[in-house]
């Protein structure tokens, strides 16, 4: 299943009590303050895993917890530090404290980890309160509460090209042919119910990557269909792909309902690098690849015969 949003609760470490506590030795009648210092509390931390493409692993778990800080002793012995919580997620993920829009952490690169709640520092052992005033100070410090919060987590897809169209355009027919991702193919609308990446490869060693969203129709942005659940993941593509069938009889207003639903979505989306793909070129032999009617670039090809595939990713790996 593919999760990309999820609310957790997360509970840093309280830090350890300091210690009071004196020397005592036989041959050593008055020893001085030797409490030691309590130990930090775990901290909560979230990594980027390059390994993990969903929330999915992390769903059930609604509360995480790390471990409190070990007091601190006599004999200068300092508290152990508690353990900290790693939480594993995908590239692309973003944390918020709940019900705000202030970002704590954008993980986009593999392994990129931040502390989400700090653990408690641990208290001060009566040790380092000794003054030449003070030479027997009975106190000591408590360790400081972790921090802790309500957190939201989302995953925000990171690809170079998302392909955006109706539902049936060829959208997944094309991600398979390019890349060795598999998703489902079918004569209907809505075959894909959640996005699929694939990667590109072209050249000797380059590649790209490619996000292949569930179709968009009329209203997505106000929820219907399956669209705007999966219009956040084309919000961090780099180019936007607009697939029309070569069919269409009407391409010009499929490309405007297209884009409206992403404006109306995020108006920033006006601002990607965007051109059109008309697709099944082997059902309508008519279009040729100067024909365009649009702004916007065109480009032609077919999924089924090859035609114009090679075209299609050297004009993307240019446009990166
Ligand atoms: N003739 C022909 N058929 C194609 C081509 N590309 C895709 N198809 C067919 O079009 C239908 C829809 O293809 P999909 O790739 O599932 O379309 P989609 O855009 O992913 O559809 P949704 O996931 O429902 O949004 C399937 O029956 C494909 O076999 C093509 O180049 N030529
Ligand atoms: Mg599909």
Redesign the pocket.
């Known amino acids: 299943m593919f999760i990309d949003y999820t609310v957790v609760e997360l509970l840093a470490g309280s830090g350890g009590n300091g210690s009071v506590h004196f020397r005592r030795e036989k041959f050593v009648p008055k020893g001085g303050p030797d409490g030691g210092d309590g130990g930090r509390g775990g901290h909560i931390i979230l990594r980027a895993d390059s390994n993990l493409h969903t929330l999915q692993d992390i769903r059930y778990q609604k509360k995480y917890k790390a471990e409190n800080g070990g007091s601190g002793g006599g004999s200068r012995k300092t508290g152990k530090n508690g353990a900290d919580v790693y939480i594993s997620v995908p590239m692309g993920t973003i944390i918020k404290k709940e019900g705000s829009n202030d970002i704590v952490a954008d993980l986009v690169e593999n392994k990129q980890s931040v502390i989400v709640c700090n653990g408690g520092r641990g208290g001060k052992g009566n040790l380092r309160f000794k003054s030449s005033t003070n030479q027997t100070p009975r106190k000591a410090q408590a360790g400081k509460v972790g921090e802790s919060g309500k957190f939201e987590i989302e995953l925000k897809i990171l690809a170079d090209v998302g392909?955006v169209?109706?539902?049936?355009?060829?959208?997944?027919?094309?991600l398979?042919k390019l890349s060795s991702a598999r998703?489902?193919?079918?004569?209907?609308?809505?075959?894909?119910l959640e996005p699929n990446l694939g990667i590109v490869k072209y050249g000797e060693y380059d590649s790209f990557v490619m996000a292949?969203i569930?179709?968009l129709i009329e209203g997505a942005s106000m929820g219907k269909g399956l669209g705007h659940k999966f219009l956040r993941h084309i919000e961090r593509n780099k180019i936007l792909m607009f697939?029309i069938e070569s069919q269409d009889d009407n391409p010009m207003e499929t490309f405007k309902t297209l884009n409206e639903e992403l404006l109306n979505f995020n108006p920033d989306l006006a601002l990607k690098k965007k051109f059109i793909c008309r697709?099944?070129?082997?059902?309508n032999f008519e279009l040729s690849k100067e024909w365009s009617m649009f702004e916007e670039e065109v480009v032609v090809?077919?999924?089924?015969?090859g035609y114009g595939l090679a075209e299609l990713v050297s004009k993307i790996s240019n446009l990166l």
């Open positions: 392909l169209g109706l539902p049936n355009a060829g959208k997944s027919t094309l398979s998703p489902k193919i079918a004569n209907y609308p809505f075959t894909t292949d569930p179709g697939l697709t099944k070129e082997d059902t090809i077919s999924s089924v015969t």
